[in-house]
């Protein structure tokens, strides 16, 4: 659960992008060390990591061990630098619990990425784009409440500033965002998950024998996208984007499903429209560290980055 800034870098040379991506990734990568490695330098290039808004105090030895095996902080980043509020370097980027000393250093930044949830989102993301600075979440559940959407959208066009949806683990999001411009005709996604994934959600305490499922796949949940992701905030962010990239959140339909025999988090997507039709099932690798989420995300993300960061853009 953290937020991180992304400060720009000009003029740099290959030497310093491959750098200061490794350190951007350090973070991305902190709960995910055994994967970490996979990405390429350059990947979100050419940005650098500047600070990490938590929500509790950690030791430096706790820090360290967050980063994954051989990380080497860039010599672009002021491990120097110390606040009032408590703001600490620790071989390279700030880890701060303070949103003042978070939101208020003065180091240029022009990037914040949200992986808190969406209550951080509705917690700091008007003050992010307020700023002028632009907004990327993957708690695309916060934005449900459409009170609430509007005046993010509105804040980020009264200030410059432009509130970017990650796609995560959303297969398809283009296709089909092009193909609503025409008439949908129905848009359904099923997720189905391990019944571990669902603990904590309201699926524990309506089905008491979750964990001890045996047999066929349970449906926990059947209705609007909106009810999914405002229910299951920790669970159902890729309903939310799926509807706001297409049909709606009243109209797009979503199905969670838990299914003990599953060793993966499955998405199916059944999309009809004037423009055509197309039907998508992807099998993701759920996250080492929280099996509600796809390791996916973190990789969307990476590449979210690296389409703000790069000359050449592929696929918008």
Known sequence: GSWFRQQPIDGTNQETEERTAKDW??????????RGK??????????ILKAILVRKERSNEEIRSLFPDGYTPSADV?????????????????????????FGTNSGWNL???????SAVRQHGKRCLEMGRDLMITSIGALTDD?????????????????ILCTGSMPAVDW????????????????????????????EHDHPDLLEMEGEPRVLFEGSSRDAASTYPKNANVAAMLAIATAGLDQTRTRLVADPSATSNKVEIVFKGTAGNIE???????????P?????????????????????????
């Open 78 to 102: 002021d491990t120097t630098t110390t606040t009032d509020a408590g703001c600490r370097m620790v071989d390279g980027p700030c880890f701060t619990t303070d949103p003042n000393d978070f």
């Open 25 to 34: 990734l350090a973070w991305m990568w902190c709960n995910q060390q055994h």
């Open 176 to 203: 089909m965002g092009s193909a609503s411009l025409a008439d949908c005709e129905k848009v359904l996604v099923t997720q189905t998950k391990p019944p571990k994934a669902w603990l904590g959600t309201p699926a």
């Open 292 to 316: 509600r989420t796809s390791a996916i995300v973190a990789l969307s993300v990476v590449k979210a980055i690296r389409k703000l960061c790069c000359p050449v853009i592929v696929g918008l």
């Open 112 to 118: 914040c990425v949200e992986a808190a949830g969406q």
């Open 280 to 290: 998508v099932r992807v099998e993701a690798a759920p996250s080492k560290t929280n």
């Open 147 to 163: 009170a609430f959407y509007e005046d993010l959208s509105a804040t980020a066009e009264a200030n410059g500033s432009r509130l």
């Open 38 to 47: 996979m990405i390429a330098n350059r990947e979100a290039r050419p940005s």
